[in-house]
């Protein structure tokens, strides 16, 4: 339940903006700075966040990394330096936010869900991952660094000389980083897709008592997919149709195919909750089914037994006049009478497919 | 239900703006007033309702808070005072109003729902506090005095010297009000989380009939509670986008934060609310599961038994002509059958997988 | 089902603004009328439609209230007199309407429906009342007489010397008679919720087969109650945004009163309509439950006395070399190995909770 | 199935516009033409398909009513008259369209479906109703002959010298075969209804096996009602709110009545789904009841007889040494035993409200 | 599962507009070129994709179509020639996108899906068709070569003198393309109708595990092919009022024609899809039902017997003083009793209905 509903009851009476990490506290935080333009790329790490002034007004594209949110003291340098507003730090520390769109007039402030799959506690995680976009800065918070690397493929493109990516503005970038989370989201998918598969497979050959704590499982997951994704298309679809100067017509072409993508991801885990729902049906009918076949194995035994049962009782009696008992074939007879109501209560339940 | 519906058959046929408190009755009203703006703080509990009538005019941020309603000439004084519309006295009265806001030009009131919950009855409860945000007063009316401390860190801010609020308007002392009682949310919420953690748990090791009913019981509370938070959305939104000059670009920037907590305890109470639904399937099927395993039981025991008791009640027969009850090795050669008859069908049910 | 549609088959291929009244038929009409303006009031009961023509053209609100619509040639006079198009006639007659406004321009044509319980078939019925509100006149239709006291409080606060209603328009008149239709739904609101209470009762403490019919019956009232209440949210919201010069701000403000009424009604049913479904789920879920406690019982019984009978048809059979029959202390032996095998099923059981 | 889906499969990749008949292939075409306004009506029945152009330009109202549309050419000539694109004619050939309205500019085409009720298959049967409204003239298009009597009170009317048709334009002779054709819905509910009414005593009476059955197939016929009248709604909504000078203000308000129809016939077959949803509940309520009572009388009687069997069977061993058949008392007092433990487990069950 | 989702996990962190062919690989690209206007028509395959160049400023309509998607560089040299953006190519090659319609100014991107039955797996397959179409041309792209001839009747159209189709331009070839992929639809849709009967035939006659199974895959079917319809219908709304260009006014006409087409695809699926679910609700009654007819089965045989054996048990005790073993009518007389106690169960039995 943590994940689906992590607490703020420990922020309450505070001032608005007052600076409160919510998520879990890990490492140190640790800031990369790749400031490109044309042909030149600059790329560092910085030890203290009061260098991040230097970044300010360069005419090339600054993109400031920041991983882990528990130094409070270097977000609130940051946000000074680039004059952010105390609602969006207090929003980059809350890590339990869903997915939004905020336009500041000089910067539009994004937050996303990156999301992964532990596979240890067969759960999809996800983490908050804010974004600044500014005329010519994109400033990235991401809760934790060891996922830090997510970003790398746009690092990597940005150190190739040539690439698109050097020869397009902070926006390009801003949509980049966007289009690399939502990409993320396919694997996450797939991997649910082959748990699905799995529970199918096993719904059909040998339904049992976990099944029905995995389709639970699927399902909360699903829950959770859901709370993380569906604000995602209105806020990439407001990016798109946004009037704000800071996203250029160019970029918009780009954010539309981001669009696409979410609309993919919204599809997928809407069918997959679908069939999730199916699976559940599925599994109480065979639930159903075979309670009715042990029912069936009873009654069959229980209605050739008793009639049997039975008549051996009757001549279990101690009557002194009982004249079958004295016949030299009362007892073959019986036995015959015996295995002839036997073999038709077998043949009448073949015909009634009991059998 | 007497929750889930407060009756309104008593006011039935009166003229509107008749004065007819809905709620319990209670102890006595209590008026406090604050007054604040700039470095300047008074702060005072008024005796008589007519001494309102000094802070009408003031320059300064006047916060008056009346706790019990009950008190009807309390409440017409104010209203008398502060130009209120007698529909809008009768709203504050009938405490069973949904949440709302409504312009009337010169003010804005607005209803809220402040939750807590009743650990001793295990349920949420609600208390409608109302708000009256003028150009430069904010009347704030709550049912009952014991909950009044609710807005006590308010007032700490207040008293602070050189706070935020001190140098905001009215509009801000509102959104301060609303933004406290929706964080109070939270707190309820984190205890339905642990409510819905014990009942899953307990529907894993061990579904019993109060299981059941605690499910029941957790749905209920989840439609009073949106029943409370649904409408709050429409409200904040509308103050947030609202043309009234009473709200400020400042403070719409604020109400805009307050509006994505209120969508996050939404989305907390949908996916709970799903949680509950799912738990409710998982129930059932456990309840079918073990009958399964109930009957599985009984047609093993009969399936094994019945043959065997047949074949002693055959030996048991009086025929005079039976020629296995002579042989020396008779008995044993039926204990060895009926033994091999046992076995195979363990063998067989054990094949079936139904031990 | 006759409640959920009356038929209209009989219209068929009529030329439209025929008047068949739909309804069923009662007692004769009845036609009173209420005069006033200012100080004076004036009331009587009039003997011939034809009456109304004077007053027509008068300064002074008039409200004109006919029970019992059989009379055609009554709604005739009345329509001729104040110019009503003969689809609203025909919409008077025909009480199987759903809650409509209609404006004609010169009037506004409104159709509602007034509920009350029925104790004795435990049932909501609902009557139509129709209202015609003009410039300086209100005609209200009720379908039958018995009922006509539903507006007498009106009637009481018009006699009233300085009532506020003596000093409004027609339009105010109008609200005022919606107002008190509407205020009734809540006394059939508290019945149900006192029902839904009973039944709620019932299934924790003795769900029987009358209770499955008791809720299937709340469900069918439910659908009823929506059916007459939902389309009313549209009307009074209508209404109150109407262009008409026939409503006036003041009382804009008044029906927004009862537009909030309106929608804590349609609020209210909703959460009776939910928790009903809810009990549904509880009811099956006891019958499961109770189906497996029987099941217990059977299976319990069956697996501690079928190896005993089996045990003792062993010692019943007559093999003549049986050496355990011929044991001084065989038969107290195989009396202790009874008494320990059905002892330590029931210890079994007991660890299994199935006792 | 083939009601719910007619296939178009045998027109794939033929050029639109290619007239081919969809529905079923019947007797002859008919055509008849009525021409009135103000004193004069004249009606006829055409031979051929090319007399329709005396009728193209003249001043009165035309309607042309062709019954049955297997024969093209007369299709084509008519739409070579009167102007009509190719892809109308089409679409009335195709009579598994859904209700909908096109504007043309100089022509209005409507689609509808005319519904009846089958007693001898126990359905819902539609029959496509093709409407063509100009600015002197209607076309009505019916699959067949045999239900073409539906319009017959319109012709009535007609012919009805000074009757309100005659004074009015062809927008109202149109509005009043939309209107017949949607009264005759209400006999169709009726008979749904009066079928939902003996299912319904049916399930509290007697449920059994058919009953499903019945409540699938009404599920079915309520499926295909949908599916014709949801779209009327909106067909009659543009038509009213229509810009298109062929329907003039006055038929406006006329089409406005008929939009409350529809929107009843809608609600009415709402709360038909509802109820028939419920039903499906009752079903499985009861079958699950009556598992129950069977389960009991079962475990009843085997709790009652198993314990006495095995007792019988204790005393018919053959132990040599068993004191309490010596006993002169002792048949007796088992017998005696045995119908205590009877009587004990009877009023055990009693209590447990069993019996 | 594959079929619900296609991964694209090997796609992530590539720059956007990266070509990368998501479908299966099958045989060779094949680019077929037909070029026409009025009286002319030219028809060749292409064998470089070099070749497209002399089609781009014609003044006639060029129709280019190309099979198979895994030449990267064909799209590529098309791309170029036509002044495609990167990102349209990057979607022809991404087979997993839901329809949707793009407008780029200089021409407008489709993405429909080609849907067919696979007989041998009994699933709905799929395949995607982009097209492109300028001001005069057409591109269509498909992923496989196998069912290139579903575009072979509009081949025919165009060869033929004197078609519609030779006197329009290029918008109304694709709305022919379209109309064409949409047609198939219903060959698709009548296949599943006739398996839901097969199936609801089944139901009714003998239901059995496999019935369960092919429910389940028959709503699986539904989910795929409503994913592939629904998006369609915005599609085709937003090109038939799209204010593009390329887009006129005659051919929007038609496009109102596929629109509807479209809507009676997505009704029809709705439909399919209410009645599986119906049909999971008989299955899960009539497993009820059969597991309450074993269950009465089992408990007459066992009502029946147990009082019987029991009897019988009785007069197999070995008292030395039992009386009626003495009397000479002794066995006749309980041969009489127990006869008679059968019969009379019998009878209880059939009055209760359970025989």
């Known amino acids: 339940m943590s994940r689906l509903f992590k607490g703020r009851s420990d922020r309450i009476g505070l001032p608005p903006g007052s600076l409160v990490h919510v998520g879990e506290k890990r490492s140190e935080a640790e800031i990369t700075v790749i400031d490109y333009g ?9 030890k203290k966040a009061e260098e991040v ?42 890590t339990d936010h869903r997915p939004k769109v905020e336009d500041f007039g000089k910067y539009i402030y994004i937050v996303l869900k990156m999301l992964s799959y532990d596979n240890a506690n067969n759960e999809v995680v996800s983490e908050q991952v804010s974004l600044v976009l500014g005329s010519n800065f994109v400033l990235s918070f991401q809760e934790d660094i060891t996922s830090g690397d997510v970003f790398n493929p746009i690092r990597e493109r940005i150190r190739t000389d040539g ?27 797939e991997t649910l897709g082959e748990r699905i598969d799995d529970i199918e497979e096993e719904l059909v050959t040998n339904p049992a008592s976990q099944t029905l704590q995995g389709i639970h499982n699927l399902k909360k997951e699903m829950l959770y997919l859901r709370k993380s994704v569906w604000p995602l298309r209105e806020v990439i679809y407001s990016l798109e149709r946004s009037e704000s100067q800071l996203v250029t017509k160019t ?86 009478v015996m295995f002839s109501v036997g073999i038709s209560m077998l043949v009448y339940f073949r015909k009634k497919k009991w059998l």
């Not at 400031?64 to 949110?69: A, K, S, T, W």
């Not at 130094?71 to 809350?94: A, M, S, T, Y």
């Not at 690439?163 to 998918?189: E, H, K, W």
């Not at 109480?284 to 069959?300: A, F, G, I, P, Q």
Request: glycine letters at 6%; hydrophobic letters at 45%.
């Open 38 to 46: 044309g042909a030149q790329v600059q790329e560092r790490k910085l």
């Open 53 to 94: 002034y230097q970044y300010r007004d360069r005419p090339t594209v600054t993109w400031i990394n920041v991983d882990g949110l528990h130094q409070i003291e270097v977000l609130e340098e940051i946000g000074k330096c680039f004059g952010l507003h105390r609602l969006v730090l207090e929003d980059i520390l809350n």
């Open 163 to 189: 690439s698109q990516i050097r020869t397009m503005g902070a926006d390009y970038l801003a949509y980049s980083l966007m289009d690399i989370v939502i990409d993320n989201y396919f694997v996450v998918l």
């Open 251 to 336: 970029t918009a072409v780009y954010l539309r195919d981001v669009y696409d993508h979410t609309i993919q991801v919204i599809d997928t885990i809407e069918t997959f909750r679908d069939t999730v729902s199916g699976m559940l049906d599925i599994y109480l009918s065979s639930v159903s089914n075979r309670l009715n076949s042990v029912m069936k194995v009873l009654t069959v035994i229980a209605t050739i037994f008793m009639p049997l049962t039975f008549l051996a009782g009757v001549y279990g009696m101690n009557f002194r006049h009982m004249p079958e008992l004295e016949w030299t074939w009362g007892y073959p007879v019986v036995l015959l």
